[in-house]
């Protein structure tokens, strides 16, 4: 009998489509979810029957409670080589190997760009009254030349957007906890002296750091206060970097000219949550990894740890 393999979050009905499962096919029959599974209980349900578990990045979380009531579970593969969301001990105990793919830091960028431009030229509130027949230019847009981008983080994300905004004749400082004058100066950008100064100084600030215990919560209420009322905030690394209570304030009381997320405290967002309908507020549903390449390399290595780990020779482990 051939081992069941349920791919997660499959929204787009795409994981069969770009990457060529056939190599597997005798061995493991696929099944694929379009809607996500809200809740332990409702995995449980509905993962009972699986052997091996797909999952896109950290939006199901695999703690050990779950772990535990999946009997017949005996891999899971998440995208990406980092994932904070599930218990690696419990799977151990439990006999379950996990691994992880490879991925490109290219998507997100683009993202960042795409919200950072959308943000500064009013493209979303011009399309929609363009279409409408609604007022004829309402809004005057940012100049990014000659105006200071600041980068919470300068890691591979991080540099790559600060090379775009050299190009586009920004000024770019950067800050994090550990960064190093020698690793802007590789980069062409500012250290700047301090987080503080980062944020008070810069016309637009975007959010590149890996989410820990030191970076949860780091831009709190008092931290955006401290930027201008002309500046945006561009998030698309974890919602949990910014207070987001506090960040919907900044927002609804117009204390920043807007914001740009791609991620959320809660994914998929619940129809009445306050993100959906916060002002000067350009919002994506999580499309930072969601690119027809980034797809094809990690459903292709997702069926790669598969028969690996068929052969017994498990590849690209996790942690």
Request: hydrophobic content about 45%.
């Amino acid at each position: 009998m051939r081992l069941r393999c349920a791919v997660l979050d499959d929204f787009q009905r795409v994981a069969t489509e770009v990457a060529d499962w056939s190599p597997v096919a005798d061995e493991v029959e696929v099944v694929s979810f379009d809607t996500h599974l809200d809740g332990e209980d409702a995995l449980a349900a509905a993962l009972a029957d699986f052997d091996i578990v797909v999952t896109l990045r950290e939006r199901v979380a695999f703690p050990g409670s779950l772990i535990a009531r999946l009997p017949r579970l005996k891999l899971i593969v998440a995208s990406g080589m980092r994932n904070s969301v599930i218990d690696y001990a419990a799977a151990e105990e439990h006999g379950v190997t996990v691994c992880g793919t490879t991925s490109s830091s290219t998507p997100p960028v683009e993202l960042t760009w795409a919200l950072l431009l959308g943000l500064a030229r009013g493209l979303v509130e011009e399309s929609n009254a363009l279409r409408s027949g609604g007022p004829w230019q309402s809004t005057v847009g940012t100049d990014l030349h000659g105006s200071r981008l600041g980068l919470l983080g300068l890691g591979k994300i991080g540099s790559l957007v600060a090379r775009v905004g050299l190009a586009f004749g920004m000024h770019v400082s950067a800050w994090s906890q550990n960064l190093t004058k020698e690793r802007t100066d590789e980069i062409g950008v500012e250290l700047a002296p301090s987080r503080e100064d980062l944020l008070a100084g810069s016309d637009f600030v975007s959010i590149h750091l890996a989410l820990s215990d030191r970076t949860r919560g780091l831009l709190g209420p008092a931290e955006l206060a401290l930027l201008k009322p002309t500046a945006y905030l561009i998030n698309t690394s974890r919602a949990a970097i910014v207070d987001q209570e506090a960040l919907l304030a900044a927002l609804h009381e117009g204390r920043i000219a807007g914001a740009g997320v791609d991620v959320f405290d809660i994914e998929p967002l619940p129809a009445g949550h306050p993100m959906r309908t916060a002002p000067r507020l350009l919002a994506t549903p999580h499309l930072g990894y969601v690119s027809h390449a980034n797809y094809t390399t990690y459903y292709g290595q997702a069926v790669e740890n598969i028969r690996a780990f068929l052969a017994g020779a498990p590849v690209r482990r996790l942690p």
